[in-house]
């Protein structure tokens, strides 16, 4: 019980990394639960977006980055192209 206790007290124990890249690797999108919720872009290892905090702060509500933790994710792989649809 005790060391429930302990490992409740402590988020950053259990905080993950999320990453999704384009087929070559050159742009990587990460996703991270550390404290607040946050995401990067690198494009060919440099990076263009830095760690930054998201979420939605609303006046007589919880922010939205409150309370935020990657819960699962799954990983899938896709072969497509993608169309501008016209119109």
């Not at 690797?25 to 930054?52: E, M, Q, T």
């Not at 905090?53 to 192209?81: M, P, R």
Request: net charge positive; proline share 6%; charged share 15%.
């Amino acid at each position: 019980m005790l060391c429930l206790i302990i490992l409740l007290s402590f988020p950053t124990l259990f905080a993950q990394t999320v990453k999704v890249s384009s087929p070559d690797v050159k742009i990587v999108l990460s996703v991270n639960d550390n404290r607040k919720p946050n995401y990067a872009i690198n494009f060919i290892g440099g990076s263009i977006i830095k760690p930054s905090c998201w979420g939605l702060a609303f006046k007589n509500t919880i922010a939205f980055s409150d309370g935020f933790i990657l819960y699962a994710h799954q990983e899938k792989s896709a072969n497509k192209v993608w169309q501008l649809p016209w119109g």
